[in-house]
């Protein structure tokens, strides 16, 4: 089962590394340019599955579904994500760049995390580079850090220099709630 589960978090990271937001169910944009394109069925699939299974609760631990309002005509757009939880405090990681998710979230000024029946809604603040240093540090260091690392030129251990520069290809959301939902 773990390697099942590790071969579809694999696909999805995969995904999210080309712009490629799957359950949305028709062509992906690419971050680098509007030129739709076709994905493939393996991460339509992964996707597909990891959405379901953390939708009801299950899946990675690390793992939220992020579900935020498309800037265009508004409709919801829902992807699975990996925040950063330290205490009271959550940050999202643009861990693959400007992903469609991210100009939205950006747009809407608001997202939702979701995980079975836990639900909030939260405001969302790009933080500096400076403020960005230790959330990156904590990423690099989390279980979805081997999904993620070809993608990131630093390490957990890399100095806070290095880090920061890496900020600039790997933004922080900080995340404050606004509404929690009651079951």
Known sequence: MNDHLDTL????AESERTGDTT???????????????RISRRQRVANALLTRMVRRGKGPAFMRLLTVRGRSIGRLRTTPVVPVVDGDCIWLVLSFGEVEWVRNARVAGRV???RGDDEVE???REVDAHA???VL???????????VRRDFDVTAASSDAE?????????????????????
């Open 9 to 12: 978090v694999s696909t999805w």
């Open 23 to 37: 359950t949305l169910g028709g062509p992906a944009m690419s971050a680098a340019t509007t030129k739709a394109r």
């Open 112 to 114: 939702e995390l979701r």
């Open 122 to 124: 939260y405001s969302v």
């Open 132 to 134: 960005a240093v230790p």
């Open 137 to 147: 540090r904590q990423y690099l260091s989390m279980p979805s850090e081997r999904f």
């Open 163 to 183: 880090i920061g520069g890496e900020a600039s290809r790997h933004p922080v959301f900080e995340l404050t709630p606004v509404r929690v939902a009651v079951p």
